[in-house]
């Protein structure tokens, strides 16, 4: 697709409830990322995947918080037993590039999904 | 203390003025510096990029980095109301990985 596309814009969940959130990057970009945005703040690097690998998943604040990309396309980031603190926009990006360096580096942003956890 | 600290406004300015936006880092090892523009309901959206300490010019956007004072900044000249926005500045070091660190972004207003 042309642009980084995050399903659903929007999810309500109850406390106690799992969420699943679903990111389909730029075609080809082999790397993707998550971050956590909470209001009025910037993003926060939740983990990162090169194609199926994930590498980095130290920003990810507990094990509630699960991601994965099995075939190096798409991602799912999981949320089980949902807390208010979760409560946030939850950003997917990519990017073409493998190592740092080059005019181009930066992410794509999605338009991200507006979890409210009630 | 954040490891990069941003005032988050909100800057109110007319059409027309230069807006200057900054923000100051505490780890010397960033070497890559950003700035992300981020429309209401949107992601952010890269502005400018600058590897290493200088200056970087696209249009009517400038990017500063001054590495020895830990200090980058962001020029915007002729704005317009189509600049109002939440501005991210955004640094990642230079080795490995991929984690970029925001900060907490100023909105910014041009008023017609």
């Known amino acids: 697709g042309a642009g980084v596309s995050q399903s659903p814009r929007y999810k309500v969940a109850k406390r106690g409830q799992d969420v699943a959130l679903r990111c389909d990057p730029i075609?080809?970009?082999?790397?993707l990322f998550w971050y956590q945005q909470a209001l009025g703040q910037g993003p926060e690097f939740l983990t990162y995947?090169?194609?199926?690998?994930?590498?980095?998943k130290s920003g990810l604040p507990s094990d509630r918080f699960f991601a994965e990309r099995p075939e190096g396309s798409v991602s799912t980031l999981k949320i089980q037993r949902t807390q208010q603190e979760d409560s946030a926009v939850y950003l997917c990006?990519?990017?073409?590039?493998?190592?740092?360096?080059?005019?181009?580096?930066?992410?794509?942003f999605g338009s991200g999904t507006r979890l409210t956890v009630v | 203390q954040k490891e990069v600290e941003q005032d988050p406004g909100p800057l109110s300015v007319p059409e027309g003025a230069i807006v200057s936006l900054n923000c100051t880092y505490s780890?010397?090892?960033?070497?890559?510096f950003m700035w992300y523009r981020q429309y209401s309901r949107k992601g952010p959206e890269l502005l400018m990029y600058?590897?290493?300490?200088g200056n970087k010019e696209d249009g009517r956007f400038t990017a500063q980095v001054d590495k020895s004072s830990k200090y980058i900044s962001l020029f915007i000249r002729d704005s317009q109301p189509s600049d109002s926005a939440t501005y991210l500045c955004?640094?990642?070091?230079?080795?490995?990985?991929?984690?970029?660190?925001f900060g907490a972004g100023t909105r910014l207003f041009v008023k017609a």
């Open positions: 600058t590897y290493s300490s």
């Open positions: 995947f090169q194609n199926e690998a994930q590498l980095d």
């Open positions: 955004a640094m990642s070091l230079n080795t490995g990985g991929f984690k970029t660190i």
């Open positions: 780890n010397s090892a960033f070497q890559y």
């Open positions: 990006a990519s990017s073409q590039v493998v190592g740092a360096g080059g005019d181009d580096y930066g992410y794509t």
């Open positions: 075609s080809g970009h082999v790397s």
